[in-house]
């Protein structure tokens, strides 16, 4: 499996082909990654969770601090500057007061939230999170992450935190440090130490902040994390070191054991197909165009994309079936296709390996028929039992146009559109 769960307080995120996998990403809204880091003993500001003006009131007067900070949970990033349907601006509030909690609260709940990030209508925020604010007096960057060139787990950090850590590298190597774990001994109480120096904390922080990191390596083992991110880890005026914010990625190959973690995923603000496609282990994701792409393999999912460019198309989504597909799967990933109203064409472009093109001939005519296929469909099928899924095709009586290759398949879609 790639590496394809990923859960973070902020931030948007970018596809990869090795990044897709027949799970969705895991989306975990800020409060429940907070949640994650305090019951492994790292320290985060004081917080409630609120889904009511009322229950935000109360939040605010029970935490009882000099200064409140109320942000509205959602999976987008770009929140404090987005903009509510209520009128309220920012999804991110400051206040010494907890009756002002109140009343911004009632603005946020139940209205939708617009961000850079967020589709054009704005996502409708349900819970908000109310939090004591705390001064940050310097911020660092640290992270814990699997590495393949060390065969394990690696700490990297920076005095240079609050920022984008690739600009950092790129413009100030000397100020990025890394130590390697061992796997089986874990973190050395040297290493630790060694690396908050290095962060720039001193005195009696310098053992504070080990003792931090020794905690989030702690919540990385637990949650069979490949990547445990804080940015920042910042020092407080009151000499306290804090996590103020993080992104947290999961191995899904351990969601058999850490069932308590999935099952926080908050699939409200995620694309209905790609949920739908996700319950059939296939990989979907919509783009923009009007050609429709059904193929097995990532690599030659995209091949299929490009290829469609090439000859003046443009791809529909992006739709993979796997490898271990069934006739069942077939039948739903054509369901998902004719459903999205820009479809004008389905290219099939199948390469059987572990595939048995004749399980997907047969999934295609049950499709056909069943759904009565509109759209003109153009497939090319070649390796394992394609002899006997081309007979299928070809018997069916259905107008299938069939292609000897992929580029003759891009052109045969695209022709078919302009007709």
Known sequence: HALSVVCRCRGNLTLTCTQLNPRRWLNLQEYQSKKLMQESGVAVQRFYVADTASEALEAAKRLNAKEIVLKAQILAGGRGKGVFD?????????????????????????????????????????????????????????????????????????????????????????????????????????QALRMAANLGFKGPLERQAADQIKRLYDLFLKVDATQVEVNPLGETPEGQVVCFDAKINFDDNAEFRQKAVFAMDDMTESDPTETEAAKWDLK??????????????????????????????????????????????????????????????????????????????????????????????????????????????????????????????????????KK
Do not use: W
């Not at 310097?138 to 992270?143: K, V």
């Not at 394990?152 to 950092?168: A, R, T």
């Open 284 to 417: 979907y994701i919509g783009m923009d165009g009007n050609i429709a792409c059904f193929v097995n393999g990532a690599g030659l999912a995209m091949a299929t994309c490009d290829i469609i460019d090439l000859h003046g198309g443009k791809p529909a989504n992006f739709l993979d079936l796997g490898g271990g597909v069934k006739e069942r799967q077939v039948y739903e990933a054509f369901k998902l296709l004719t459903a999205d109203p820009k479809v004008e064409a389905i290219l099939v472009n199948i390469f059987g390996g572990i595939v048995n093109c004749a399980i997907i001939a047969n999934g295609i005519t049950k499709a056909c028929r069943e759904l009565e296929l509109k759209v003109p469909l153009v497939v090319r099928l070649e390796g394992t039992n394609v002899h006997e899924a081309k007979r299928i095709l070809s018997e069916s009586g259905l107008p299938i146009t069939a292609a000897d290759d992929l580029d003759d398949a891009a052109k045969k879609a695209v022709a078919a559109i």
């Open 86 to 190: 209520s009128g309220l601006k920012g999804g991110v509030h400051l206040t010494k007061d907890p009756a002002v909690v109140g009343e911004l609260a009632n603005k946020m709940l139940g209205f939708n939230l617009t961000t850079k990030q967020t589709p054009k209508d704005g996502v409708k925020v349900k819970t908000v999170m109310v939090a004591e604010a705390l001064d940050i007096s310097r911020e660092t960057y640290f992270a814990i992450l699997m590495d393949r060139a060390c065969n394990g787990p690696v700490m990297v950090g920076s005095p240079q935190g609050g920022m984008d850590i690739e600009e950092v590298a790129a413009k100030s190597p000397e100020l990025i440090f890394k130590e390697v774990i061992d796997i089986f001994e874990g973190v050395r109480d040297d």
